[in-house]
């Protein structure tokens, strides 16, 4: 199970796992005298109201940060829209109502936000731990070809399924990104997690060749 930090304020609790921070620093840019990465604690909830608390934490785009009110204010509502947003030589970052489940469809996480490895370096698969950097990772976050009609769902939930020594398998509603900001609904739904693909975003089988291995677990 993943070790989540618990900073108690009066009006909210902010909840910080440090395995899924990637550094994307919304926090401290959003409000420093709550987020500093230089005290300790870095985090004081009350510094600011619980409201902006909040909001800055719902810029977060690993889901490292979320929050618990404590005044009656409102939890936190995933987007209306599950999206992929696909970011130039780094991860998948998703929104919404999204489910991570191994292909026996036994959900392992649940969240509204966050970033998954595309460059297969990361020891916290599926999730990004900033490896792409050290590794040198390099993609654009774009792609060719016609975008696809997809169907309304029943199921408002996009699940990630996670093939072992393979690709991110995609199933339900959802729009993608590429990294100009471009949205598309691409026909494709195999996204390259082993780095090696020559058609990324998208799996192309290269994650035999390259001798991919996801075997570390959700924790």
Not at 65 to 71: I, V
Not at 85 to 91: C, N
């Amino acid at each position: 199970m993943p070790k989540v930090h618990r900073y108690e304020g009066e009006k909210l609790t902010v909840l910080y796992d440090v395995k899924r921070c990637i550094h994307a620093a919304e926090c401290v840019h959003g409000l420093p005298g709550v987020f500093d990465a230089q005290s300790r604690p870095w985090v004081t909830p009350d510094a600011a109201g619980a409201g902006e608390v909040a909001e800055v934490i719902e810029r977060c785009p690993s889901g490292a940060l979320h929050y618990e009110r404590r005044d009656g204010g409102a939890p936190e509502m995933p987007d209306e829209k599950n999206t992929i947003a696909v970011t130039a030589s780094g991860p998948l970052y998703l929104r919404g109502m999204i489910d991570v489940a191994g292909l026996d469809r036994q959900v392992l996480f649940r969240d509204t936000r966050m970033a998954l490895c595309r460059c297969g370096a990361s020891k916290n698969k599926p999730f990004c731990d900033q490896s792409h950097k050290q590794e040198g990772f390099a993609d654009p976050g774009l792609w060719q070809g016609e975008p696809d009609m997809v169907k309304p769902s029943q199921d408002p939930v996009l699940t990630i399924l996670c093939r072992p020594n393979g690709p991110l398998i995609l199933e339900g509603e959802f729009e993608m990104i590429d990294a100009n900001g471009q949205p598309a609904y691409p026909r494709q739904r195999a996204l390259c997690r082993c780095g090696g693909s020559y058609t990324k975003p998208f799996c192309d089988g290269s994650h035999g060749r390259v001798g991919f291995d996801s075997s570390n677990p959700v924790e």
